[in-house]
């Protein structure tokens, strides 16, 4: 099956500070990727989507400028948290789809903590 | 745009008994639904999925049917074993390609020994 990736698996940082989560689809090139957020007992919340070689498309109350994401590859998307604070900490997680595969593969997560 | 419920939101069974987890959407437009298992500190995996133009996928216990008419869609787990437990998300697309996806609130099922 499709593999997807993503580093780190967990971080702690100082409030203040960015934060780069690279996500990578292993065995398939992914026109599309997506990041989510999971807060703890709650759902998936989609934050962005992106195609590659193309500006991410935020949703509403996303802000773009502190979640900067760049597809610059058909196998990498990062996300950079910048000017984290303690409200970011959250469980960040990335999805690839692609031409051949005709749904979502999600990554292991990135568990985020903002002290 | 589309909504998807799910419940129950709460589920225990005992080892070896079956486990109905139903969605229902409202957008008459979707036709992908997958469904995704999730356990503790790590990301969604694919189990099954299914698209509108069939009423029902197998695969070994797990199975998901779905009920156009209706808007609704359910994951049936049979003989269910302690490492079935987790947290189970069902998701709606409109499209056919993996994008926009509308994700369930989740069931949390726990397989008891």
């Known amino acids: 099956g499709a593999v997807v990736s993503q580093h780190p698996s967990w971080v702690i940082c100082k409030s203040g500070t960015s934060v780069k989560i690279e996500c990578r689809s292993l065995?398939?090139?992914?026109?599309?990727m997506f990041w989510y957020r999971q807060f703890p007992k709650q759902s998936l919340m989609l934050m962005a989507t992106?195609?590659?070689?193309?500006?991410?498309?935020?949703e509403q109350g996303v802000e773009k400028d502190k979640f900067l994401i760049n597809h610059a590859s058909l196998t990498l998307s990062t996300l950079t948290v910048t000017s984290a604070h303690p409200e970011d900490s959250s469980f960040y997680i990335c999805?690839?789809?692609?031409?051949?595969?005709?749904?979502?593969?999600f990554g292991p997560g990135t568990r985020l903590l903002v002290l | 745009g589309e909504n998807v419920e799910q419940h129950p939101s709460t589920l225990s069974v005992q080892e070896g008994d079956s486990a109905v987890i139903k969605c229902t959407y409202s957008d008459s437009a979707s036709n992908y639904f997958p469904w995704y298992k999730q356990e503790l500190g790590k990301g969604p995996q694919l189990i099954i999925d299914?698209?509108?133009?069939?009423g029902e996928k197998k695969d070994q216990r797990i199975a998901v049917t779905l009920n156009k008419t209706a808007k609704h869609f359910s994951l049936h787990i049979t003989e269910t074993q302690p490492e079935d437990s987790a947290v189970y998300f069902c998701a709606a697309s409109p499209d056919n390609y993996g994008q926009n996806f509308v994700f369930g609130p989740g069931t949390r099922l726990s397989v008891l020994p």
């Open positions: 992106s195609n590659e070689g193309s500006k991410a498309t935020y």
């Open positions: 999805s690839a789809s692609g031409t051949t595969q005709e749904t979502q593969y």
């Open positions: 299914i698209r509108s133009n069939v």
């Open positions: 065995d398939f090139q992914a026109t599309t």
